[in-house]
């Protein structure tokens, strides 16, 4: 069972996920992070940034790669999940961008973009640590209601529903792409640890279906009860609709003193 942390508030989210990394980079310093995007995980890079501040950490060998991009959208443009990456997490992490990798990139063709992101991640040795947000429809990545639990990285068809909530990052809803490359389900369960954030009631579905729910592609959330390591960081109101959330609470404040993240 995933280990569900109700926290105050994303603040405090954000540093439980942040101590994780750093934790994670101290045992190994070239760690391999997925990256999530959306306005969800940004107190996780946030507070990330501020401990390496604080107190340093060298970070020349970390390694990343995106769980999605769009697909179609003018190179360079400032919503493509690779200009997103640079301005959100390598910038002020201050990886070497050289060593973070968003799908597409470097690929000869969209066709065989999956399969060469898929390359790329076991090259690497798989990645330690994946950073998950969730979408309104329930989607991990940009794996939509159907997703196969098995799924590898490929090219999806975001719903409408998925085009109207990220139209608020665009000038228009027109100019939402349409498609996506996102890694799977399957590329998501094989990272040796899930770290799923969320936040505010319009979460809150999503997160009881994810956690609690019965296991279906139509949830595709409900693919991190397949996972041996799944941390849910949720504030009460994401929380709201779980039907545990008095044991997940008596579970964290009794958490034996070598338990870590
Ligand atoms: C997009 C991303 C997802 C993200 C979701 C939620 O669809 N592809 O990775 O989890 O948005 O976004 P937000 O965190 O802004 O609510």
């Known amino acids: 069972m995933a280990e569900?942390?109700?926290v105050g508030d994303r603040e405090e989210a954000g540093e439980l996920a942040a101590g994780a990394i750093r934790s994670l980079i101290t045992r190994r310093r070239d760690a391999v992070l997925g990256l999530a995007t959306g306005s969800t995980p940004l107190p996780v890079y946030a507070a990330l940034a501020r401990t390496l501040r604080e107190d340093p950490l060298d970070v020349s060998a970390v390694r990343g790669f995106a769980l999605d991009e769009y697909v179609g959208l003018p190179a360079g443009h400032p919503e493509s999940y690779r200009a997103v990456i640079t301005r959100e997490v390598?910038?002020?992490?201050?990886?070497?961008?050289?060593?973070?990798?968003?799908?597409?990139?470097?690929?000869?063709?969209?066709?065989?973009?999956?399969?060469?992101?898929?390359?790329?991640?076991?090259?690497a040795g798989g990645i330690d640590l994946q950073i998950l947000g969730i979408g309104s429809t329930g989607h991990i990545g940009f794996n939509e209601p159907g997703s196969s639990f098995?799924?590898?990285t490929r090219i999806k068809t975001l719903t409408e529903r998925t085009r109207q909530d990220n139209a608020r990052f665009f000038d228009s809803l027109d100019e939402v792409p349409r498609h996506c490359l996102t890694q799977g389900l399957g590329t998501i369960l094989r990272a040796r640890h899930l770290?799923?954030?969320?936040?505010?009631?319009?979460?809150?579905?999503?997160?009881?279906?994810a956690v609690e729910g019965p296991l279906t592609a139509s949830q595709p959330g409900s693919?991190?009860?397949?996972?041996?390591?799944?941390?849910?960081?949720?504030?009460?109101?994401?929380?709201?609709?779980?039907?545990?959330?008095?044991?997940?609470?008596?579970?964290?404040?009794n958490r034996p003193s070598w338990q870590t993240l």
Not at 106 to 111: L, M
Not at 195 to 209: N, Q, S
């Open 90 to 123: 390598v910038e002020p992490l201050g990886l070497d961008p050289s060593l973070v990798h968003v799908p597409g990139d470097g690929s000869d063709s969209i066709e065989t973009a999956g399969e060469d992101y898929e390359r790329a991640i076991v090259a």
């Open 195 to 209: 770290v799923l954030l969320a936040f505010g009631e319009g979460k809150a579905e999503a997160i009881a279906a």
């Open 223 to 253: 693919a991190i009860q397949l996972h041996p390591h799944v941390t849910v960081l949720i504030d009460e109101a994401a929380a709201s609709r779980l039907q545990n959330a008095d044991y997940y609470r008596y579970t964290w404040e």
């Open 150 to 152: 098995a799924s590898l």
């Open 4 to 6: 569900v942390v109700i």
